[in-house]
């Protein structure tokens, strides 16, 4: 086989209007995903850790669900929901929101109680406590959680090719069937650039959120 | 409810149970994956967090994690068909392929173990004239069991998790089943695979979460519970 090159820069132009879409497909569905899967997350680990034998339950059950595989997973859904967006999307806010809810709870639950308990001395209420005091105290370890779940959701979505919707991972399978070295390679790296940027994002968001941590030896 | 049923009557097929491609011969065959797979990972993987951690070498030593933990975005899926098509058919490309994905979370829960054990306990042995190599033997490593252990843990439901991915790209385990039935839009075969993974996994985390009770320490133990969850 004459040619068949890792990479190529001519597969780029020629196919950019095909990789362009797979890759906003790839962000959107990484970008929402995780957005809900925090939404969802944070009442729940804030429960979890008010209720102390819920945070078990809670944290368990969260485990259970992760060692669940992808593909099966995929495979569970996908004769409920059909084929396309809404079994990958359900399935990525699943994964993120496991990831999210144990790492938030560790969180909340590493916040030293003597703050707190300054916090409820001072008259702070139990909301303004949570949104002024807790919730910030906690936010490093809630940061670190949702970088690790979009890093790992980026690598995810490739797996949603099964049902037909998979972002770059449709590029991946199609290059694997056509045995055009070209098109997985370039799918790869712009899985691992997307991951990269999404992560530098989330990073400078958290140094922008927790200016208070800025002087400390990082 | 017409899949559920479809999934029930594939599940019900002795024939599907038993025989070379059968769901017996294929956990069998997913299993010797799954360690030949986290072998490859930990020969490598140990070593390199336990001299990490022992050495303390501070920022080189995090440069290494953070490298490690990044390529926890490179998709499974990415490496097993760009093994594939690079002429690595089957199931050395899935062993490979689960490996690299073990490769960082070991590294990093081994790390983490050494790295804990309070200086203050090293500097003793040291004091008492061990040398490295007792150190991290005596010392170091038992201390750790209780990180290893959790991390050993979860590499290994990950790897049982993942190797159904190689399906996709004509790999052997359990994954056949799904791939094969999305193939042939047999989505009741799909769900009956998918129930038969997921059990799967969640027997292997049952038994290894029994194994890991057993191996640590009742006297570390209670740490042992903090490292499993920050693992």
């Known amino acids: ?218 | 409810m017409n899949v559920v049923q479809e999934a029930i009557t594939w599940l019900n097929d002795p024939l599907n149970w038993t025989g070379p491609g059968g769901v017996f011969a294929l956990t069998r065959e997913h299993l010797l994956m799954t360690l030949a797979a986290v072998l490859l990972a930990s020969v490598v993987a140990i070593p390199l967090g336990v001299w990490l951690g022992h050495s303390r070498l501070g920022r080189g030593a995090a440069a290494v994690i953070v490298a490690a933990n990044t390529t926890r975005a490179l998709p499974t899926l990415a490496i097993i068909i760009i093994l594939a098509t690079a002429g690595l058919f089957g199931d050395t490309a899935t062993v490979i392929a689960a490996a690299v994905f073990a490769f960082p979370v070991l590294l990093s829960t081994t790390f983490t173990g050494v790295r804990g054990v309070d200086p203050a306990i090293t500097d003793a042995a040291r004091g008492m004239g061990m040398g490295a190599g007792r150190v991290i033997g005596r010392v170091e490593l038992p201390l750790a069991v209780p990180y290893l252990a959790a991390g050993l843990r979860t590499t290994i439901v990950q790897v049982v998790a993942t190797i159904p991915l190689a399906a996709l790209a004509g790999g052997g385990g359990l994954g056949q089943i799904i791939s094969l039935g999305f193939g042939t839009q047999r989505y009741g075969q799909v769900l009956a695979g998918g129930v038969i993974v997921a059990v799967l996994c969640l027997l292997v985390d049952g038994v290894l979460a029994l194994a890991q009770r057993a191996v640590t320490p009742s006297s570390v133990r209670a740490e042992s519970r903090a490292a499993a969850r920050a693992v």
């Open chain 1, 1 to 218: 086989m004459p040619g068949n090159p890792w990479f190529s820069w001519d597969y780029v132009t020629a196919n950019w209007d095909a990789i362009r879409e797979a890759l906003v497909i790839h962000a959107s569905l990484t970008v929402e995903a995780v957005a809900i899967a925090i939404v969802v997350s944070l009442p729940l680990a804030a429960l979890a850790t008010r209720v102390r034998w819920l945070a078990a339950p809670v944290v368990g059950f969260a485990s259970t669900l992760y060692t669940i595989p992808s593909l099966a997973l995929f495979a569970i859904l996908a004769p409920f929901m059909g084929i396309g967006r809404a079994p990958v999307l359900l399935g990525l806010v699943l994964y993120a929101l496991v990831v999210l809810v144990r790492t938030a709870v560790a969180a909340l639950q590493g916040v030293d109680p003597a703050v707190l308990d300054a916090a409820r001395g001072l008259g702070y209420g139990r909301a303004r406590r949570f949104w002024t005091v807790e919730l910030p105290s906690a936010l490093p370890g809630i940061l670190t959680g949702v970088r690790l779940a979009t890093v790992s959701t980026v690598a995810l979505v490739t797996v949603g090719v099964v049902v037909g919707y998979g972002g770059l991972g449709n590029l991946l399978f199609r290059g694997f069937q056509s045995f055009y070295r070209a098109e997985i390679m370039t799918a790869t790296v712009l899985c691992l650039l997307l991951a990269l940027v999404l992560d530098v994002l989330l990073w400078l968001l958290g140094r922008a959120l927790t200016p208070w941590l800025r002087g400390r030896a990082a």
